[in-house]
């Protein structure tokens, strides 16, 4: 009997779709527990974050890679003497453990050098490592820095330094480097926003926006990962970070804004968000989210919030370095020796000259109008307001609010 194009077309493409049927029962997607109720893949902690669907491939790829490459951490101890304010009997403390203690690394070190590369957890999370913040903490020099100080450290989204007239567009070029600018959520457009690193080289990403926008989803999507945090006095740099908007024409700032009147603002946004969500925000350990990056200038330098968020959603501490930006450019080669050997890289090819040269920084050479001043009275409620979250800090990070490198107030 002959047979027309029109029944081969159909008896192929129901070919098709039964070998798509098997090939997805076999993956599990399909699959039912032991007592019968269907398996689902399990959802993003952030409830806003959309299910990401990988074709077979991808799929059947990531799990080769996770199941061939799992990256252990094993860390080579050294003695307890090279950690900066940490208690000689902190091991026998309940609760405390040495991996946890591997989280903060201030200003002496290193404690610990990894034995592994950070594999990173392609396809869909291609980075081996994460610049997580802060804004304004010095996060575009340390991504040039680590560059430049391994030949292993691919230099991804690296542009060179813009002169000393740059244009505007060349100031928010180098304002972006090392940044995707793409959400962990775009399952489709993330992976795609990096390009094809060599077999022998790894990279690393700086999106500081992730710290709050994506704290749930970075842990779930990028478990392999290593994670970097500068942490800078948060008054401090809400004024940077108001500066550079109005350099850079965004949120409505120019040259001529008040930056008082600004900061007014976003001081008393905070305050009346807290005191409508959370009055005791700064000591809960399971803080709500209650802006989004950008949105409160203030907020963003409420670090204890971010860091106990990501811990929440499971980030194993020894993942994860943080350092004062303050260290970072007063003693750079050091910070750089403890961030290489956190990636498993050694510190022979760092040259010192390479690590002097402030980036995205506003040159000091310009006189700052008064009205892009801050007030000392404003300073003050500033500084009071942040005082409960920097206590907070301290307590996380194991060590004094006098030990942090900028004022706290003993009474708020």
Not at 21 to 49: F, Q, V
Not at 254 to 266: G, I, M, R, T, Y
Request: glycine share 4%; net charge negative; aromatic share 8%.
């Amino acid at each position: 009997m002959m047979v027309s194009s029109y029944q081969r077309i159909v008896v192929l493409a129901l070919v098709v779709v039964a070998n798509v049927i098997c090939m997805e029962w076999a993956l599990g997607l399909y699959s039912s527990s032991s007592d019968g109720s269907e398996l689902r893949r399990p959802e993003s902690t952030l409830k806003s974050a959309p299910s990401v669907d990988y074709d077979d491939k991808a799929q059947q790829d990531e799990e080769d890679l996770q199941r061939d490459n799992e990256a252990v951490l094993r860390f080579e101890q050294f003695d307890d003497d090279a950690v900066y304010g940490m208690d000689d009997n902190a091991d026998n403390e309940e609760g405390s453990t040495a991996t946890s203690r591997m989280l903060f690394r201030p200003r002496k070190g290193p404690k610990a050098i990894a034995t592994t590369i950070p594999s990173g957890n392609r396809p869909q999370c291609p980075p081996n490592y994460f610049i997580l913040g802060t804004k304004k903490g010095g996060t575009t020099a340390l991504h040039r820095y680590l560059a430049a100080s391994h030949p292993q450290i691919y230099p991804y989204k690296i542009t060179p330094p813009p002169p000393h007239n740059a244009t505007l567009k060349e100031q928010i070029q180098d304002a972006t480097v090392g940044e995707s600018l793409v959400s962990l959520r775009d399952g489709n457009r993330f992976p795609r926003a990096f390009p094809r690193i060599p077999a022998n080289q790894i990279f690393g990403e700086s999106y500081v926006s992730r710290i709050i926008n994506e704290d749930g989803v970075l842990v779930k999507k990028c478990p392999q990962s290593r994670f970097f945090i500068l942490l800078r006095d948060p008054v401090s740099r809400a004024l940077s970070d108001t500066l550079m908007h109005a350099r850079f024409h965004w949120l409505k700032l120019n040259e001529e804004s008040n930056v008082n009147n600004f900061l007014k603002a976003h001081a008393n946004a905070f305050e009346a968000q807290m005191k409508r969500v959370d009055p005791n925000l700064a000591s809960n350990p399971e803080p709500v989210r209650l802006f989004q990056s950008a949105q409160n200038f203030l907020y963003e330098g409420a670090y204890v919030i971010h860091l106990r968020r990501l811990m929440n959603a499971g980030m194993d501490p020894s993942q994860l370095r943080i350092y004062f930006s303050k260290d970072m450019f007063q003693d750079t080669p050091t910070v750089i020796t403890d961030a290489l050997h956190h990636l498993g890289l050694n510190e022979s090819f760092i040259q010192p000259q390479q690590l002097s040269e402030p980036f995205n920084a506003r040159d000091k050479d310009t006189k700052t109008p008064i009205h892009q001043q801050l007030e000392a009275e404003l300073e003050q409620r500033l500084r009071k307001l942040m005082a409960p979250f920097d206590i907070e800090l301290a307590k996380f990070l194991g060590i004094s609010p006098q030990e942090l490198p900028w004022p706290v107030p003993t009474e708020t």
